[in-house]
């Protein structure tokens, strides 16, 4: 397609890179993908210091408004509102990155200007317990409703999730399942030997688990199951990677006392970079996503990519990839018992996966979820 024929398309964006979480690092993917098909531009909100607040990156071009206000996980920008009435103008296609404290403004001023509206929802938000947290849900549902509403179409990783979701449900006449592009993470030589030498050396079967520490993902419920592990599987051993100290939510100091109990059986990596995590993904034998809630967990389809089975909780969304190829196994959600069951059983028998890897890999097909992608945001 010549630059001239190119759509225009304007990507709203919380968070965009270098912030580093699925939410965020899955659009900057997408926004690679679709370089060549689309003239770019992604407003997001400037979340650390020393970030420029205008950028080239490839042929997109990426502007990060200073926040105005705090908002729990997340941040409200009136300059981003103020910089998307400069840019809807001249755009062909607005797509918003959901969940969004802009997405309201964002989806009536779209519609406004008479533009395309797409939105590709990322997960319903869940907090954790509180008022101010329910009430802050409550703004969240009927926002994304009213701008789902307006929008021409609505997207997220699976049909499973979309059944299931609060706020997409009602609206699964416009919905498509798109799979964002997954391109390979990390160099694909990575060869696992920087992990192991973290872990014990007589560990026999390597668990992983990655992501923010909060009480969504769900790692008090692994730290429960570990002793009925050890029972069975005395060299097993588990491997986490990613951030402890989350500013917004001390989970992880409230599991601080099922920690301590099986201490000596978790390896703490820290949060990686590309490379480390390419290596972190090759020495696991298995990745276990514990969660309570998870649209697509980014971790799982990176580790399943690189041939690791997941252990996954039996959840909408997260449980889907592992239920269309067959390449591991769900437990019964929250039940420290029911997962530990699985790992055991899929460390006896890891040789009956072998044979699902390739459905994995008609799953994560770059070329094809990007083409769908594609169609998904022009139409």
């Known amino acids: 397609m010549s630059t001239s024929t190119r759509p225009r398309l304007l990507l709203v964006s919380d968070y965009y890179y270098p912030h580093?979480?699925?939410?965020?690092?899955s659009v900057h993917r997408l926004v690679g993908a679709l370089s060549d098909r689309f003239h770019i531009t992604v407003l997001a909100v400037d979340h650390g210091p020393g970030l420029p607040r205008e950028e080239r990156d490839g042929t997109s071009t990426i502007f990060r408004a200073a926040p105005t206000v705090t908002l729990s996980r997340g941040f409200?920008?009136?300059p981003l509102l103020a910089r998307f009435l400069l840019r809807v103008r001249e755009s062909d296609v607005v797509l918003v990155n959901s969940p969004s404290a802009h997405i309201l403004p964002i989806a009536v001023l779209t519609?406004?200007?008479r533009k395309r509206l797409v939105i590709f929802h990322q997960g319903d938000l869940i907090l954790p317990s509180g008022r101010v947290n329910r009430l802050i849900e409550?703004?969240?549902?009927?926002s994304s409703y009213i701008s789902l509403s307006l929008a021409d179409r609505v997207a997220t990783y699976t049909q499973d999730y979309a059944r299931n979701s609060r706020v997409l449900r009602p609206f699964l006449r416009k919905f498509q399942p798109v799979v964002m592009p997954l391109p390979p993470s990390g160099p694909a030589n990575a060869d696992g030997q920087a992990t192991r030498a973290r872990v014990p050396a007589d560990s026999e079967v390597l668990f992983g688990f990655a992501g923010r520490f909060v009480e969504e993902k769900g790692f008090d419920i692994l730290f429960d199951a570990i002793p009925l592990v050890m029972q069975e599987i005395p060299g097993a051993h588990f491997v986490f990677a990613g951030e402890t100290n989350m500013a917004y939510e001390d989970f992880f100091g409230r599991s601080r006392?099922?920690?301590e109990r099986v201490r000596e059986h978790i390896t703490f990596l820290g949060l990686l970079d590309e490379n480390a995590m390419a290596d972190f993904y090759t020495a696991i034998d298995f990745i276990v996503i514990p969660s309570r809630s998870d649209c697509f967990?980014?971790?799982q389809a990176e580790a399943m990519q690189r041939g690791k089975p997941s252990i996954v909780a039996d959840i909408p969304g997260a449980r889907a990839m592992v239920q269309l190829t067959g390449f591991g196994r769900t437990f019964e959600k929250e039940n420290p018992r029911a997962l530990a069951h699985q790992l055991i059983e899929a460390a006896r028998e890891r040789d009956q996966f072998a044979d699902k890897y390739m459905n994995v890999v008609n799953f994560l097909d770059d070329a094809r979820n990007t083409e769908q992608a594609a169609r998904f945001i022009s139409g």
Do not use: Q
């Open 20 to 25: 580093w979480t699925g939410i965020s690092k």
């Open 138 to 142: 409550r703004v969240f549902d009927i």
């Open 297 to 299: 967990n980014l971790v």
């Open 257 to 259: 006392e099922r920690l």
């Open 76 to 78: 409200v920008s009136v």
């Open 111 to 113: 519609k406004l200007f």
